[in-house]
């Protein structure tokens, strides 16, 4: 089996580990904030950009503070009206680039219609990319040199590694080849020290396919945005399945996985929610202590 836990975890009706964001989040914030007090309290600051008016935008920023709040740190937030004009935007995060008060820059995404991110983003020096979106971020995760790594992939090696999912000599498979999760959660898991051998399978990839090159892999991270698109069909019995992907339907919101029929084959599973999106907020706040250790305003 390629799961082994360590200590007492939460398990599904069919005994799959249930590998619980939420959870791990708080124990995350936990030790962020004894980090930081045990340093004295320095200021480590995160600052959020959010463009517009969108709700689910607005309550995502608001999560991040309350929770950058929670491990201890302080948080600035600079919020623009829909009908900024790319130029206001750009001028108010090269502030936020030039303030040494501000550790990490978070810019919320998507912008709205009309403005450009990119030329945004490459604004954010990467010490303070505490997003792991820019270029230059994944540009030194390909050459493995120090830098932010992507929220969300960061957060599914936390999982990983914190409910005993063995990686060295393990087969992987990534469902899914974005730039936000996909590329970079290959190159996680392939990288020296983890050790997996990695296969990347996408929306292209032949239906016949997908099921074999998973039911060869100890690991399956789907992060495609397709519902219920892994079955049990696709499970070898005692692999971990990463739950990424977020589709909206009439029964609300739903996983890549059909959590239900997998549960019942995998040694370990993520729920959705409580899964991943956790863990994106918790390793948000974990590289925004690593900026501030970056730009030398925490001790190393």
Sequence with gaps: MTVQPTGEFERTPGGAVLMDGIRLRGEIIAGLRATIEAA???????????????????????????????????????????????????????????????????????????????????????????????????????????????????GVMRLLERYGVATSGKRATVIGRSTLTGLPQVLLLGRKGVDCTVTLAHSRTSAQDMIEVCRESDIIVACAGQARMITAAHVKPGAAVVDVGVSRSEAGIVGDVDFDAVQ?????????????????????????????????????
């Design 40 to 154: 004295g309290s320095p200021a480590v600051c995160l600052a959020t950009v959010l463009v517009g008016d969108d709700r689910p935008s607005q309550l995502y920023v608001a999560s991040k503070r309350k929770l950058a709040g929670e491990a201890g740190m302080t948080s600035t937030h600079v919020e623009l009206a829909a009908t900024a004009s790319q130029a206001e935007v750009e001028a108010a995060v090269a502030a936020l680039a030039a303030d040494p008060s501000v550790h990490g820059i978070l810019c919320q995404l998507p912008l709205p219609a009309g403005l450009d991110p990119e030329p945004v983003l490459a604004l954010i020096p990467p010490e303070k990319d505490v997003d792991g979106l820019t270029e230059r971020s994944m540009g030194r995760l390909v050459r493995g040199l120090p830098g932010h790594v992507g929220c969300t992939p960061l």
């Design 264 to 300: 019942a084959i995998a040694g370990a599973i993520t729920p959705m929610p409580r899964g991943t999106g956790p863990m994106t907020i918790a390793c948000l706040l974990e590289n925004t202590l690593d900026a501030a250790r970056m730009l030398g305003a925490f001790p190393a």
